[in-house]
Nanobody, 122 residues
Framework: QVQLVESGGGLVQAGGSLRLSCAAS????????MAWFRQAPGKEREFVAS????????SYTDSVKGRFTISRDNAKTTVYLQMNSLKPEDTGVYYC???????????????WGQGTQVTVSS
């Protein structure tokens, strides 16, 4: 099993920044890919960004490219999401997820955190 604990959410004005953290514990060696997803009220959970543990390769959804940066600290088994130039449409619950394989679909991910709320006011 892998446990994921997110932190760093909050309320910020449009144009501001937040950094989310996801601390992973347990059998993290069994996972290949870490990702952030988000879910706005009334909408489906959507992929935001992913990073591989081994080589650090990253992937982003188009709407956050150039504004968000995903990174990882292998020694701490922690993944980060730096979010800059935030927009009201970035509002939602942000979830950290771990994948034993690869992919950007939510149902491909094996472990999930409890989520952290991000609210961007206009």
């Amino acid at each position: 099993q892998v446990q994921l604990v997110e932190s760093g959410g909050g309320l910020v004005q449009a144009g501001g920044s937040l950094r989310l953290s996801c601390a992973a514990s347990g059998r993290t060696f069994s996972t290949r890919l870490m990702a952030w997803f988000r879910q706005a009220p009334g909408k489906e959970r959507e992929f935001v960004a992913s990073i591989s543990w081994r080589i650090g390769s990253t992937s982003y959804t188009d709407s956050v490219k150039g504004r968000f940066t995903i990174s990882r600290d292998n020694a701490k088994t922690t993944v980060y999401l730096q979010m800059n130039s935030l927009k009201p449409e970035d509002t939602g619950v942000y979830y950290c997820a771990a994948n034993r394989g690869v992919g950007v679909l939510a149902d491909q991910y094996d472990y999930w955190g409890q989520g952290t709320q991000v609210t961007v006011s206009s």
